[in-house]
């Protein structure tokens, strides 16, 4: 009887050859002695160099795992370096936040205390301003701010707003911050709706050359206060958050009752207080 034809295996099959040396083994399923014939060794230094190479690899990958752990985001930690160099600030009928941030000072003086200049609206260079620090009243004098005048709230935007107040006593300071961008982490400090060191946090959502937008929420009572970046340095200065009332949204709404648009906020850069305020200093302490 004829074999039905079918799948055969056999073709597939590595067809045996005579061959010498170890691939000839291995090809042809033979087994070798490792112990008689030639020997196939390496050379002494090569498994403890690729053991060291090793051990220093996964030494390089821990410092890498640890390094990423300390750098991230944690707003507690910028919270707790920050609160203490955040102040509350008034001058006649206007107050607001303030942040000493660590910059050369005069003779005479051993604090520089940043804010924004909307809030000395009724005060004038040389004024005497209220500068709470842990609950205790300091007086300060408000060196100058930018605009010399009223700030025009439609044109804030525009202006540098930003006041500088030095300190006869020695209050905590932080540093300024490098540039940041679109994406990064950022916290708010102030004292809104009368909080007191209130904290938010959220993104950088754009950034011009003048002024860094931000969607962690701003109110009234921010004004003046650090927008400061994941190491609690001080990226600007709280300016203003954008208000609509609501019969824009709903033109049938006759209210004039203003809201706040959330994630439209912006601080103003430190480097705007080099137009004005460091004009007459050989070199801005700020390049941010």
Not at 40 to 62: D, F, K, N, Q, S
Not at 114 to 119: K, L, R, Y
Not at 146 to 161: C, H, L, Q, R, Y
Not at 203 to 217: F, G, H, L, Q, R
Request: charge should be neutral; proline fraction near 6%; hydrophobic fraction near 40%.
């Amino acid at each position: 009887m004829a074999k039905k034809p079918g799948i055969s295996f056999r073709s597939l099959r590595r067809r045996k050859r005579d061959t010498n040396g170890i691939w000839g083994h291995l090809a042809n399923e033979d087994s070798f002695n490792l112990g008689t014939g030639p020997r196939w060794g390496l050379p002494g230094w090569v498994l403890p160099t690729v053991a060291t190479a090793a051990v220093a690899t996964l030494i390089v990958l821990c410092f890498q795992v640890a390094d990423l752990n300390d750098n991230k985001f944690n707003p507690n930690d910028v919270v707790a370096k920050a609160r203490s160099a955040t102040f509350e600030v008034s001058c006649g009928n206007a107050s607001g936040t303030a942040v000493g941030i660590n910059v050369k000072v005069p003779d005479g003086f051993k604090t520089a205390v940043f804010s924004a200049a909307h809030i000395f609206d009724d005060c004038v260079a040389g004024d005497k301003i209220d500068v709470v620090s842990s609950g205790k009243t300091y007086k300060g004098m408000l060196f100058k701010k930018d605009p010399i005048g009223k700030v025009d709230e439609n044109s804030i935007s525009d202006i540098a707003d930003i006041a500088l107040i030095y300190m006869r006593v020695k209050l905590p300071t932080l540093d300024p911050a490098p540039d940041a961008r679109v994406g990064d982490w950022v916290v708010e400090l102030g004292n809104p709706l009368g909080e007191i060191n209130y904290a938010t946090f959220g993104i950088v959502t754009k950034v011009t050359d003048s002024e860094y937008y931000t969607d962690a929420p701003t109110n009234h009572g921010n004004s003046g206060g650090p927008l400061l970046d994941d190491q609690a340095r001080v990226l600007g200065i709280i300016s203003w958050g954008r208000l609509i009332s609501e019969n824009v949204v709903d033109p049938r709404n006759k209210s004039e009752i203003l809201d706040a648009v959330n994630g439209i906020s912006a601080a103003k850069r430190l480097s705007n207080a080099c137009a004005l305020i460091y004009s007459a200093s050989p070199k801005c302490p700020f390049k941010n």
